[in-house]
Structure formats: structure tokens, C-alpha cells
């Protein structure tokens, strides 16, 4: 069997770097036709120490297009009937254009009760069921961000789908359903077969080995191996893992879904972990708070 030996990178860092500068433009232009910038506002409850380091790249990344953002820290003791009357503030907040509410929420806390009382037109995340609705009809709605940020990484490296097999490992409402949703779409990026494939899913290995294009979003690190891609396949590595790693200085390094080391020099294209999906979610939340504020 031939294998492709130079591969190329889906550089996410680069490609969020030339959309945030389109976005940076745009904001600029809304600031100057409503007297205010876009503004986003994220409230994370507890004191998770992931979903802080995400929350804080959501509003770095929100300063660095010229958007407003409000970050709300709130104890992990914060009720739910608490959290929904400050869901029930931001849904009237005339000064605010979109909002997200980080998930996990504590266990006390049902995550679903907040999503569904989150205003869909403020629904940057794209997770309550009128945007998930919308976007399985193909009507105007905010997309869920990381596979939005996906589509926009095919579509910067003019990576072609139509008629491709597709395969999405992994079937969360976040990631590998609509995924799947936006890879069949007819549209560009979009016009595959796809095939979800889940933790019931009999000879993994014999589906992810026909697809042209191999999505990986199943939590588990490095769970993909190189007898289980085609050569010349298109592989996005949605997993974000720290290792233990006594030769850096932060002490673990990041890996993804992926064993990219042995898979990518069977690739077309593969993004690398970090700087592939990571940077490309953040992009497409400020590009949903830009639509939000356009409106
Ligand atoms: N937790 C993990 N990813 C996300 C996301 O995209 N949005 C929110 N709100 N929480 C998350």
C-alpha cells in the first residue's frame, strides 16, 4: 500500500488569525454605526479549572477583535433558580448582544432547564433546541462552534467534500451530531456521506479506514491509530488531552483523539493539537456574536 508522506497542516491558529481580522473590520463598523461594540458575556459557576482557562481565551479573544466582554464568575454554590433569574437578566439586556453559559455546571444544576431558558437570538453557543432546529432545516440560526469553526477550516484550506464519505466519531449534541448534520448539508463545505460512528459502533477500525474525510470528537486520547486511516484522508482531531510531561515547564503537554505522530504522515491534511479545532471554536463564537450585534 502507498502511503502519502508529506502531509499538510490545518493550521487553526492561522486561520482564526485571517477570520479575526475580517471580524475585527466588521466590529469596528458596527461600533461606528450603533455607538457600541459587539458584546458577549460568559458566566462560568464554580471553579472548574478547564473551564476557567476557556472562559478566559473567550474573553481575550473577544478584546483582541475589539469586542466588549463581561465575564460573571459565580460560586459553585449559585442555585439554579439563581442562575436562571441571572439568564433571565441577560435575556433583556438591551447591551448585550449574546451570551454563554460554560458547561459542566455543577451537579445540582440541570444543564438542560439553563440552555432552554437561554433567548435563541442570544444563543451565541447555538445549543438550544430553536438554533439546532433551525440548522437541521438550513434556516438562519447561530451554529454550534466547534464543527461551525471546522466547516470554516475546510473551507479556508479549500479542502474538497462534495460526494465524500465522511466518517464523525462521536455523536455529542455539541460536536459529532451536528457535525454530521453540517458535513451532508447541500452546500459547500457539505455534500458527503456521512457516517456517525459511537461506542456501539461494531469494527470501528473497518469505518474510519474508508473515510475521506475523519472527524474525531470520541474524548479518548489518541484512540486513533494509523491502521485505522486511509491514506490521503482528511483527519480533524476535535480531542484536547494533558498528559503528565516532566520536560516542559507547565508540567503536561496536549494531546488529541489522534496518535498524530504515526497518522499524519499518512494524511492529505491533519490538524494538530493544540493550535487545529482549539483556536477555530473561539473563532466561530466571536463570529456568532458579530452576527448577533449585525442583527
Ligand atoms: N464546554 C465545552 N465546550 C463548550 C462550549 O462550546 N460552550 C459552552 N457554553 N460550554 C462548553
Redesign the pocket.
Known sequence: MMTVSTFQLLDGKRCGEALRARIAQEAAAVKAARGRAPHLAAVLVGNDGA?RT?VESKVKACESVGFRSTLIRLPESTSEDELLVRVKQMNRDKELDGY????PVPAHIDPEKVTLAIAADKDV?GFHPENIGRMVLGQPCFLP??PSGIVELLRFNHIETAGKHAVVVGRSH?VGTPMSILLSRNAYPGNCTVTIAHSRTRDLPSITRQADILVVAAGRPEMITADMVKDGAVVVDVGIHRVPDTSRKSGFRLIGDVKFDEVAPKCAWITPVPGGVGPM?ITSLLLNTLKAAQR
Open positions: 473551564s476557556y454563554i453559559v460554560q458547561l453557543d462552534a466547534t455539541i471554536t
